[in-house]
């Protein structure tokens, strides 16, 4: 009975993984070149939208979520059984570009190419693998058509990368058991690893020192794998055609640059962004400096993090400047004021050393504060916190300058 509500919890969070969101990353690469450089047993690395593309994503820190492999058009496949076994699995014409992957709800199938033309690809392509086991990898590859996508491991491995405590313990990980070599189950990175390990090609090994100051090579569980590995590889070359390439050098001065905007990591929303940010930062800094005190919004009493050297820095110039920090009662001997509304009324310029979405919620406390000057810290910029500073009237330095350089930070 547990079994089948596992299996009833297995299947539903697959439905709820698989949902995809609308593509707004396919501007970032040239489909028609991959369709015409692309070869067999290139490793194709997707940047997926669905949600389980985000999770997998956010794991490993890599925009590539999903992994397919290229097998060319019917004709390239030498075997004629093999040709056989895969216009069983997808009827198609005899010049359609085809991979084999390992989808969600699929399992391990062929697909054409062509369902990714809307989609961010990477090619990254096993240079030194020879014809011969370019072929073998494929056959590989095809051989695993009809297994089932293990959700299970998809969950094991999100677990090993991220150990999240609500994930039962009962629910104990199977990337290491007996047979964790030979899984009757994929997913797209351990199949594709499998295939390529098959013919002993190294894709990230473990590197020992072996005997006489030798060096050995130790294969890698396949189920550990993920589609970043292929990236990080040293054993694959990355190839990459832009929509719009650099063809000579100093040539990116000429793009077609959209100038006085700005767009958020997805490109689903552009700012406009005055003239004043772009081209008057001396005039911007010299304001944000006539203030009676400052206040740094994320001090922090780490030494290695920015929220500290900010601070630091401000001392180190002879300025009066409180830290902001609610879980601290002092930094760097200075007293913490609790939020940006309990400022004493002499501060009127802030710097803001936070994550991007807690800045938002700073400039709306600054707007109502009244402060007059913002310096956003590179990597604390929020888009629709500068666009709430903009329409406030408040001088904002963002997009680039640190104070630490302005100042000349001594660590």
């Excluded at 890599?62 to 056989?84: C, E, F, T, V």
Aim: hydrophobic share 40%; net charge positive.
């Amino acid at each position: 009975m547990s079994k089948n509500i596992s299996e009833w919890i297995i299947e539903k969070v697959g439905n709820w993984l698989t949902k995809q969101h609308s593509p707004h990353r396919a501007y970032l690469c040239n489909f028609k070149k991959i369709l015409e450089n692309v070869k067999q047993a290139d490793v194709l690395l997707i940047e997926g939208r669905s949600r389980a593309s985000r999770i997998i994503k956010q794991v490993t820190q890599s925009p590539w979520s999903h992994a397919a492999l290229y097998i060319g058009k019917l004709d390239d496949i030498g075997d004629i059984k093999i040709r056989d076994n895969i216009q069983k699995s997808l009827h198609c014409d005899a010049d359609a570009q085809l991979i084999v992957e390992s989808e969600i709800g699929l399992g391990t199938v062929i697909s054409l190419i062509e369902k990714y033309k809307d989609d961010h690809i990477r090619i990254v392509r096993a240079d030194a693998l020879t014809e011969e086991d370019a072929q073998k990898v494929l056959y590989f590859a095809i051989g695993r058509l009809g297994r089932k996508y293990n959700i299970r491991h998809l969950l094991d491995l999100l677990r090993f990368l991220f150990p999240w405590s609500l994930y039962p313990r009962r629910w104990r990980s199977s990337l290491f058991q007996h047979n964790a070599l030979q899984p009757t189950e994929d997913i797209c990175s351990s199949m594709i690893a499998n295939a390529f390990q098959s013919v002993r090609y190294p894709i990230l090994p473990l590197v020992i020192e072996g005997d006489k100051d030798t060096l050995e090579l130790v294969r890698r569980n396949p189920r550990l794998f993920s589609p970043s590995d292929f990236d990080y590889s040293p054993y694959f070359s990355v190839i990459k055609y832009p929509i719009l390439p650099i063809d000579k050098k100093g040539e990116y001065a000429n793009l077609p640059w959209k100038m006085n905007v700005i767009s958020d990591d997805e490109g689903r929303k552009m700012v406009w962004i005055s003239e004043e940010i772009l081209d008057n930062k001396s005039d911007k800094v010299k304001l944000f400096f006539t203030s009676k005190a400052y206040a740094v919004v994320g001090a922090s009493s780490h030494s290695k993090k920015y929220g500290n050297k900010v601070l630091h820095c401000y001392l180190q110039n002879n300025f009066k400047v409180y830290p902001v920090n609610p879980n601290e009662e002092k930094i760097l001997g200075l007293g913490c004021v609790k939020n940006v509304m309990e400022l004493p009324s002499t501060v009127k310029s802030i710097s803001i050393v936070t994550p991007p979405n807690v800045t938002e919620l700073v400039v709306d406390a600054a707007i109502e504060k009244g402060i007059k000057n913002i310096w956003m810290q590179p990597g604390a910029e929020s888009i629709s916190a500068i666009e709430k500073c903009q329409d406030h009237g408040i001088n904002l330095l963002a997009q680039g300058p640190c104070i630490l350089i302005e100042l000349g930070f001594k660590e």
